[in-house]
């Protein structure tokens, strides 16, 4: 039977070694390509740079949105405005012309 006792201290360095080795690679395996690894982190971290641009770009929008929706609530001008532009209205005794378009 072996015996760990006759064995030299090197070889007991040598084998503890490669028990730490082996039980330590499934660990380092994990943290790097696991479900919560540092590549998947990475991964994470791109996608949450992209939303916080795009988030951005959406709270600009928003902002303009709101800017033009307080002048259409302060200036009549400006909704009578688009009216006449985007929905081709008149007021009563307007005259309309219909030009052709250019081609």
Do not use: W
Not at 31 to 55: I, V
């Amino acid at each position: 039977m072996f015996s760990v006792m006759n064995l030299s201290k090197k070889t007991k360095r040598e084998i503890f070694f490669i028990l730490l080795f082996v039980g330590a690679a499934p660990l380092v395996y994990l943290n790097f390509f696991g479900s919560g690894g540092l590549l998947t982190l990475r991964e994470h971290r791109a996608d949450l740079l992209e939303l916080e641009r795009e988030h951005h770009e959406l709270r600009g929008e928003v902002e303009q949105l709101r800017e033009k929706l307080k002048r259409l609530d302060d200036d009549p001008r400006e909704t009578e405005r688009i009216a006449r532009e985007e929905y081709n209205l008149a007021r009563p005794g307007d005259i309309i012309i219909n030009l052709p378009e250019k081609k």
